[in-house]
């Protein structure tokens, strides 16, 4: 995009499409056809719709805007351009019938409590990643609402919030952390909407510098043994659990991205079958996932939607809830398994195979740890695997997905898996690197 084509403005779908940054920079589109509307589109590649107005108050012209939605991607997620242009000529109409729309999104009511204020921010801010708000909820739900979920925001002290984080803290340091980083930022973000006065968890502490607590846990050869043939006959755990705990270790994915896999997602009727994760439901949601499937992952979902049968229908998902809660007449935490569930599962099977301390997410480092060392694998390849963010000019310019390398990577590491499951010695294992 030029900047001639930035001051004329954008007219058509496919326009809005090709809208770039302009010098690496945030950059602001005008759109045709509706008064106010622009597109901003971050270095990041994303873009979203606003619209601009201004209002005379007190003497004083205050300018605003009020998000309208994402850019439409090439997954469907988003806004059309024809939809930006009616939400944004409505807000004109209400600007020029006396309203403030902008305003009427930050009211907040007097005597609003924290699980309101939470309940507000997470269906406004939808640009935060569901998977770190599914963790901040879920943090809060344990050890915040129960205590102060229905006191009035504004009530609530720095002191009392000490004292709370204190008792986690003294259960689990991570606990702690979680509960202070959702309030925390559940806190700005009411600031900067001014929508409470202050920050009461300014200046708190109770957070746990990840970098002082890298976790170096690898299983061995012989624990990956025993854990493979545990999850192939323990009867504390599902036919389903099983096979998405083999889809963590097989994909290198984490548990949240395997028990929300969603049936769209997953292609199988191809001769190179794969696994398309949508953006949002990535840690890095900046690009989709894309991972091609092993033979083995392959089978292992055509099993699941096998499984699940006319409830993966109904649902969407490939590992949908267990109907466990719903005879006990509760309400299924999530549409489908829930991570807390596969972390329980893991724990069980490893103490019954004698494996101490392995963790889910340790999974990731075994196989990126087998990948560098036996197959000297090519590091973008298991930034692949991983999807990790990408830094420097690769962010904006590099959208390969290596499909043919991590395909053949994650290939051999199936092989090797499932050779140790069968009982062959690791020491033959190694395999030649296969270059792209």
Same mark, same amino acid.
């Given at each position: 995009m030029t900047?001639e084509?930035?001051?004329?403005?954008?007219?058509?779908?496919s326009?809005v499409e090709?809208? *770039?940054?302009?010098?690496?920079? *945030?950059?602001? =589109?005008?759109?045709e %056809?509706?008064?106010g509307?622009?597109?901003?589109? =971050?270095?990041?590649g994303s873009?979203?719709y606003f619209c601009?107005?201004?209002?005379?108050?007190?003497?004083?012209?205050l300018?605003?805007r009020?998000r309208?939605?994402?850019r439409?991607?090439?997954?469907?997620?988003?806004?059309?351009?024809a939809?930006?242009?009616?939400k944004?000529?409505?807000i004109? @109409?209400q600007?020029?019938d006396?309203?403030? !729309?902008?305003?009427?999104?930050?009211?907040?009511?007097?005597?609003?409590?924290?699980?309101e204020l939470?309940?507000m921010?997470?269906?406004?801010?939808?640009?935060?990643?569901p998977?770190?708000?599914?963790? =901040?909820?879920?943090?809060?739900?344990r050890d915040?609402?129960?205590?102060m979920?229905d006191?009035?925001?504004e009530?609530?002290t720095?002191?009392e919030?000490?004292?709370?984080?204190?008792?986690?803290?003294?259960?689990?340091?991570h606990?702690?952390?979680?509960?202070?980083?959702a309030?925390g930022s559940t806190y700005r973000?009411?600031?900067k909407?001014r929508?409470?006065k202050?920050?009461?968890?300014?200046g708190?502490?109770?957070?746990?510098?990840p970098a002082e607590h890298i976790r170096?846990?690898?299983?061995?050869?012989?624990?990956?043994?025993?854990?493979?043939?545990?999850?192939?006959?323990?009867e504390?755990?599902?036919?389903? +659990?099983r096979?998405?705990l083999k889809?963590v270790?097989l994909?290198g994915?984490r548990?949240?991205?395997?028990?929300?896999?969603?049936?769209s997602?997953v292609v199988?009727?191809?001769?190179n079958p794969?696994w398309?994760?949508s953006?949002g439901r990535?840690?890095?949601?900046?690009r989709?996932?894309?991972? !091609?499937?092993?033979?083995?992952?392959a089978?292992?979902?055509?099993g699941?939607?096998e499984?699940g049968?006319?409830r993966?229908?109904?649902t969407g998902y490939?590992?949908p809830?267990s109907l466990e809660?719903?005879k006990l007449? @509760?309400?299924p935490?999530? !549409?489908? +398994?829930? /991570?807390?569930?596969?972390?329980?599962?893991?724990a069980?099977i490893?103490?019954?195979a004698?494996i101490? %301390?392995?963790?889910?997410h340790?999974?990731?480092?075994?196989?990126t740890?087998?990948?560098?060392e036996?197959r /000297?694998e090519?590091?973008?390849?298991?930034?692949?695997?991983?999807?990790?963010?990408?830094?420097?000019a /690769?962010?904006?310019?590099?959208?390969?997905?290596?499909?043919k !390398?991590?395909?053949a990577a994650? *290939?051999?590491?199936?092989n090797?898996?499932?050779?140790?499951?069968?009982?062959?010695?690791?020491?033959v294992?190694?395999?030649?690197?296969?270059?792209?």
């Amino acid at each position: 995009m030029t900047t001639e084509a930035k001051k004329k403005g954008l007219a058509t779908a496919s326009a809005v499409e090709a809208a *770039q940054v302009i010098d690496g920079r *945030q950059t602001d =589109y005008r759109i045709e %056809g509706a008064r106010g509307l622009v597109l901003t589109v =971050y270095p990041s590649g994303s873009a979203s719709y606003f619209c601009r107005y201004s209002i005379q108050q007190a003497g004083r012209q205050l300018f605003r805007r009020v998000r309208l939605g994402d850019r439409l991607d090439r997954q469907g997620h988003g806004i059309s351009l024809a939809d930006a242009r009616k939400k944004a000529t409505d807000i004109i @109409k209400q600007v020029n019938d006396g309203h403030d !729309p902008a305003a009427a999104v930050v009211a907040l009511k007097k005597g609003t409590t924290l699980r309101e204020l939470w309940e507000m921010r997470r269906k406004l801010q939808t640009e935060r990643s569901p998977r770190t708000m599914d963790y =901040y909820a879920d943090a809060l739900q344990r050890d915040v609402f129960p205590l102060m979920g229905d006191r009035p925001v504004e009530s609530i002290t720095t002191d009392e919030f000490a004292v709370l984080l204190t008792r986690v803290e003294l259960r689990s340091k991570h606990s702690a952390h979680a509960c202070r980083c959702a309030l925390g930022s559940t806190y700005r973000w009411a600031f900067k909407r001014r929508q409470v006065k202050s920050n009461p968890l300014a200046g708190l502490g109770f957070t746990v510098n990840p970098a002082e607590h890298i976790r170096e846990r690898v299983a061995s050869p012989s624990e990956m043994e025993r854990l493979w043939r545990g999850l192939g006959n323990d009867e504390t755990a599902t036919e389903a +659990m099983r096979i998405v705990l083999k889809l963590v270790i097989l994909t290198g994915q984490r548990e949240t991205e395997v028990v929300g896999a969603k049936v769209s997602e997953v292609v199988l009727d191809v001769g190179n079958p794969l696994w398309r994760i949508s953006r949002g439901r990535m840690k890095n949601k900046k690009r989709e996932q894309v991972v !091609p499937l092993s033979e083995e992952a392959a089978a292992l979902f055509a099993g699941a939607l096998e499984i699940g049968g006319e409830r993966t229908a109904k649902t969407g998902y490939v590992f949908p809830a267990s109907l466990e809660r719903v005879k006990l007449g @509760k309400e299924p935490r999530t !549409p489908h +398994m829930h /991570r807390q569930s596969v972390g329980r599962a893991m724990a069980r099977i490893c103490e019954a195979a004698s494996i101490k %301390g392995l963790h889910v997410h340790d999974m990731r480092k075994g196989l990126t740890t087998w990948l560098r060392e036996d197959r /000297r694998e090519r590091e973008d390849v298991i930034e692949a695997i991983l999807h990790h963010s990408q830094r420097g000019a /690769r962010a904006h310019y590099d959208f390969a997905t290596l499909e043919k !390398p991590v395909r053949a990577a994650l *290939q051999d590491w199936a092989n090797y898996v499932t050779r140790l499951g069968s009982g062959h010695s690791a020491s033959v294992t190694k395999l030649a690197r296969v270059t792209a």
